[in-house]
């Protein structure tokens, strides 16, 4: 069974541009998850946690891409990229979901939204709208993951412990390699002219610090079939069609 979600959202240049996605029974946000360990260090290897958000990049970059009837770009944003609107597919796909604050902003005086614990201080400060406070969420999304914190509020202190000391400290294992933990460092960096001008950039800098396989999707595919297929999760979730 499928169902359409419809994602709408109105522009000040534009009447109204509707985005949907399609959605799966079998797709579960990655804070469905929880119970069955996926936070846990130990139960979520660095190579997945960096294919999630590398999947989470190449989505960011179609939708900062996206033009308009004009066949221009009109720089939208997600507005609340976050681990609970990221949907994990039996498959191995990873969607990014709820397009309900996407919006163009080009002043500050409109209202804050999104997840604080995925929001830059320029956003605290007021500051308008910017496709790369999707690019800080999505490098708060990947310390999340390596930490193993699944709620708001430990990953706000996640990220401050982690902008005032150290990465590696704050993350507490050491199977990270150097030039992923620079790549976050970077990617949080409370300055924003220090970190990833794109989506696209993040993306290219993951790929440095820690080369794709040849298999890695048929690898993540199984790792979240096993997920899926846990006691854990059917106790939550029940079996999937």
Same mark, same amino acid.
């Given at each position: 069974?499928?169902?359409?979600?419809?994602?709408?959202?109105?522009?000040?240049?534009?009447?109204?541009?509707?985005?949907?996605?399609?959605?799966?029974?079998?797709? #579960?946000?990655?804070?469905?998850?929880?119970?069955?360990?996926?936070?846990?260090? /130990? &139960? *979520?290897?660095?190579?997945?946690? =960096? @294919?999630?958000?590398?999947?989470?990049?190449?989505?960011?970059?179609?939708?900062?891409?996206?033009?308009?009837?004009?066949?221009?770009?009109?720089?939208?944003?997600?507005?609340?990229?976050?681990?609970?609107?990221?949907?994990?597919?039996?498959?191995?796909?990873?969607?990014?979901?709820?397009?309900?604050?996407?919006?163009?902003?080009?002043?500050?005086?409109?209202?804050? #939204?999104?997840?604080?614990?995925?929001?830059?201080?320029?956003?605290?400060?007021? /500051? &308008? *709208?910017?496709?790369?406070?999707? =690019? @800080?969420?999505?490098?708060?999304?990947?310390?999340?993951?390596?930490?193993?914190?699944?709620?708001?509020?430990?990953?706000?202190?996640?990220?401050?412990?982690?902008?005032?000391?150290?990465?590696?400290?704050?993350?507490?294992?050491?199977?990270?390699?150097?030039?992923?933990?620079?790549?976050?460092?970077?990617?949080?960096?409370?300055?924003?002219?220090?970190?990833?001008?794109?989506?696209?950039?993040?993306?290219?800098?993951?790929?440095?610090?820690?080369?794709?396989?040849?298999?890695?999707?048929?690898?993540?595919?199984?790792?979240?079939?096993?997920?899926?297929?846990?006691?854990?999760?059917?106790?939550?979730?029940?079996?999937?069609?």
């Amino acid at each position: 069974m499928k169902f359409i979600q419809w994602l709408s959202t109105y522009y000040k240049s534009l009447k109204r541009r509707i985005f949907y996605q399609l959605i799966h029974e079998r797709d #579960v946000p990655v804070t469905g998850c929880v119970n069955v360990g996926v936070y846990h260090p /130990a &139960a *979520r290897p660095v190579r997945h946690a =960096v @294919y999630l958000v590398r999947r989470l990049c190449r989505a960011l970059e179609y939708v900062h891409a996206h033009h308009g009837q004009d066949d221009k770009p009109i720089s939208l944003v997600h507005g609340d990229v976050s681990p609970s609107n990221l949907l994990l597919s039996a498959d191995g796909r990873v969607k990014l979901s709820d397009f309900g604050v996407a919006a163009i902003t080009t002043s500050a005086d409109e209202p804050m #939204v999104g997840k604080l614990a995925y929001l830059p201080p320029e956003a605290l400060a007021g /500051a &308008a *709208r910017q496709q790369s406070w999707d =690019v @800080y969420a999505a490098a708060v999304v990947l310390l999340a993951s390596l930490a193993g914190t699944p709620t708001l509020k430990g990953t706000k202190e996640l990220v401050k412990r982690a902008v005032r000391g150290d990465v590696a400290a704050v993350l507490e294992r050491d199977d990270v390699p150097e030039r992923l933990l620079a790549v976050i460092d970077k990617g949080i960096s409370p300055q924003p002219h220090r970190r990833f001008a794109n989506a696209e950039s993040l993306r290219m800098a993951l790929d440095e610090a820690l080369p794709r396989d040849v298999d890695e999707s048929d690898d993540y595919a199984a790792w979240i079939a096993g997920v899926f297929g846990s006691e854990a999760f059917v106790a939550d979730h029940g079996e999937l069609p």
